[in-house]
Nanobody, 124 residues
Framework: QVQLVESGGGLVQAGDSLRLSCAASGRTFSNYAMAWFRQAPGKEREFVAAIVMTWSGDSIYYVDSVKGRFTISRDNAKNTMYLQMNSLKPEDTAVYYC???????????????WGQGTQVTVSS
């Protein structure tokens, strides 16, 4: 089992920045692919970014709408994953979830463990 706890959400204005954190406990953090998803009211849960450790280093990918604005990273020594969000837009408003799994990818079905979510609200 892996327990995930997100933090760092809040209410900001368009153009501001936030950094989300996801603290993991339980099994070895570095064994898992990690990702951020988000869900806006009335919408499906959407993939945001993922980070997977490979033999040659971290493999990172983003949904197109956040490329160049968001940065995902992980600190295996601290069992923590981050999402640095810059140039925030009102359409980034959602509950942000961190996820861990062995399969990874951009589908929610590739992840077995989920946090409770943290609200990000961007005002115009």
């Amino acid at each position: 089992q892996v327990q995930l706890v997100e933090s760092g959400g809040g209410l900001v204005q368009a153009g501001d920045s936030l950094r989300l954190s996801c603290a993991a406990s339980g099994r070895t953090f570095s064994n898992y692919a990690m990702a951020w998803f988000r869900q806006a009211p009335g919408k499906e849960r959407e993939f945001v970014a993922a980070i997977v450790m490979t033999w040659s280093g971290d493999s990172i990918y983003y949904v197109d709408s956040v490329k160049g604005r968001f940065t995902i990273s992980r600190d295996n020594a601290k069992n923590t994953m981050y999402l640095q969000m810059n140039s925030l837009k009102p359409e980034d408003t959602a509950v942000y979830y961190c996820a861990a799994g062995h399969s990874g990818g951009s589908s929610r079905y590739g992840y077995d463990y989920w946090g409770q979510g943290t609200q990000v609200t961007v005002s115009s």
